[in-house]
């Protein structure tokens, strides 16, 4: 049993998709809002394609059942009903307190959990643009790919209510069969906190020129046992992802080790952000 009965979602990319995928297929109904219409279509057709390759590789028994958990639409209105509504809009901190505050106007009588799926953002800042609703606001982060990656943080503010901390973890781990560690409403929380200064350190050796891409990568996956090299894993991300991150945590923190290299500056001015646009670090299909 689980104390949400219908999940929303609010942003269909690669996040939001992901994340709807997952509750889909543990059986909840999953409503998604992708506020353009086109972009509406393409995530819609998106979250089926992932569901059905997921049937091929023998993951998922009844494809169809899952999908038809699904409704994609382009109006916040769309979410009325559900027990859970998550962000996973782009990594912009005024465009999240903006969507909080829309939520909480228009959804503050039904009183849902907020979760956000920021990899940076403070969550306490995000619960204050809530209002009185903030004791209902947490982080839920999920890692990419959503449908594969097993961890999830669950990260209280300092206003967040132990009941809803306990039922977000329950749903995690229960419901969604994720691994759930409590993380710090910090910027990076856990994860993030320590895995950037790691690839920074790696753009920043391919910057110098004291490696190359392929070596740096192979270096960290043959003699580390990593399943990828941080070049790739960056490009994975997406470099305006890792760049968004590594400002956030620069500036709480003021530690120089957490600063975007100009390298990685120039890519993201660049739009070479990696596998969703074709070329990072390196070139993809």
Do not use: W
């Amino acid at each position: 049993m689980t104390a949400f009965n219908q999940v929303g979602v609010v942003g269909g990319g690669t996040m939001g998709s992901g994340i709807a995928e997952v509750c889909a297929r543990a059986g909840i109904p999953v409503r998604v809002v992708e506020l353009d219409a086109g972009a509406a279509g393409a995530a819609e057709g998106k979250i089926a394609e992932s569901i059905r390759r997921a049937a091929k590789a023998g993951k998922e028994s009844d494809p169809d059942a899952a999908i038809g958990r699904i409704t994609v639409g382009h109006d916040l209105r769309d979410l009325k009903g559900s027990d859970l509504i998550v962000e996973a809009i782009v990594e912009d901190r005024e465009a999240k307190l903006e969507l909080f505050a829309r939520l909480a106007e228009l959804f503050g009588e039904d009183r849902p959990v907020f979760a956000s799926n920021t990899s940076s953002v403070p969550i306490v800042e995000i619960a204050a643009a809530t209002g009185d609703l903030a004791p209902r606001v947490l982080g839920l982060h999920f890692f990419n790919p959503a449908p594969v990656m097993k961890l999830v943080e669950v990260i209280p503010s300092l206003l967040t209510d132990p009941a809803v901390q306990a039922e977000a973890v329950e749903f995690a781990s229960e419901v969604l069969g994720k691994d759930v560690i409590i993380a710090p409403d910090r910027a990076g929380f856990t994860v993030n906190a320590l895995l950037i200064p790691y690839l920074l350190s790696a753009i920043r050796m391919f910057e110098q020129g004291l490696a190359t891409a392929e070596d740096i990568d192979t270096g960290m996956v043959r003699g580390c046992g990593h399943p990828m090299g941080p070049l790739r894993l960056s490009d994975l991300i997406g470099l305006d992802t890792v760049m968004s991150v590594a400002e956030t945590l620069h500036r709480e923190h003021r530690d120089r080790v957490y600063a975007p290299p100009p390298l990685l500056q120039r890519m993201v001015a660049a739009n070479l952000l990696g596998r969703k646009t074709g070329r990072g670090f390196f070139e993809y299909q």
